[in-house]
Antibody, heavy 118, light 107 residues
Framework: QLQLVESGGGVVQPGGSLRLSCSPS????????MHWVRQAPGKGLEWVAL????????YYADSVKGRFTISRDNSKNMLYLQMSSLRAEDTAVYYC???????????WGQGTLVTVSS | DIQLTQSPSFLSASVGDRVTITCRAS??????LAWYQQKPGKAPKLLIY???TLQSGVPSRFSGSGSGTEFTLTISSLQPEDFATYYC?????????FGPGTKVDIK
């Protein structure tokens, strides 16, 4: 059974850093691109970042470019999102998500909440 | 960057109604568009990809169409479990933006 389990969320002060992790199971992780998508409380979905299946390419939303880094370790079956220079507007539930093909998202994790507040 | 708009932003409908949601792109794109359904407190669910291909396991009352700058999601006969928020997303080029969403509520 396919699962994506995020961890690492919590409360962080503005300007701080946090690393989110996503642990996949039930599929061959190294064959698929992966996304991070976030959703601020009561708001819509915002795409954050994508990394290709082999980690060779990364793409970012303009709102996080230069502050967030998506990475993966296919040998450990792990996906990461390193977040720095965090702002109040980064407060959201962060979802790890798997592509089916063509970058379409067919599976989502349950999400991890990041709160940026002093 | 490709911006997406959705209309309407809110829709009130009854069980059995035919519902159509439109997603418009700021520039022409191929058929790299997906539709998702999200219920409160839950992760989104893929309904349609490549503008018109039904994801496995999704009921056939859902259908998608369109190309270029205008795409539609149609629910042929609204069921109680379909009351949710619907989002489009373009996968044509990075950043892979979502539309603002359409909330479908019970009339």
């Amino acid at each position: 059974q396919l699962q994506l389990v995020e961890s690492g969320g919590g409360v962080v002060q503005p300007g701080g850093s946090l690393r989110l992790s996503c642990s996949p199971s039930g599929f061959t992780f190294s064959n698929y691109a992966m996304h991070w998508v976030r959703q601020a409380p009561g708001k819509g979905l915002e795409w954050v970042a994508l990394i290709t299946y082999d980690g060779s390419s990364q793409y970012y939303a303009d709102s996080v470019k230069g502050r967030f880094t998506i990475s993966r370790d296919n040998s450990k079956n792990m996906l990461y999102l390193q977040m720095s220079s965090l702002r109040a507007e980064d407060t959201a539930v962060y979802y790890c998500a798997k592509e089916r093909t063509g970058y379409y998202i067919d599976y989502w994790g349950q999400g991890t909440l990041v709160t940026v507040s002093s | 960057d490709i911006q997406l708009t959705q209309s309407p932003s809110f829709l009130s409908a009854s069980v059995g109604d035919r519902v159509t949601i439109t997603c418009r792109a700021s520039q022409g794109m191929s058929s790299y568009l997906a539709w998702y359904q999200q219920k409160p407190g839950k992760a989104p669910k893929l309904l349609i990809y490549a503008a018109s291909t039904l994801q496995s396991g999704v009921p056939s009352r859902f259908s998608g169409s369109g190309s270029g700058t205008e795409f539609t999601l149609t629910i042929s006969s609204l069921q109680p479990e379909d009351f949710a928020t619907y989002y489009c997303q373009q996968l044509n080029s990075s950043p892979f933006t979502f539309g603002p969403g359409t909330k479908v509520d019970i009339k």
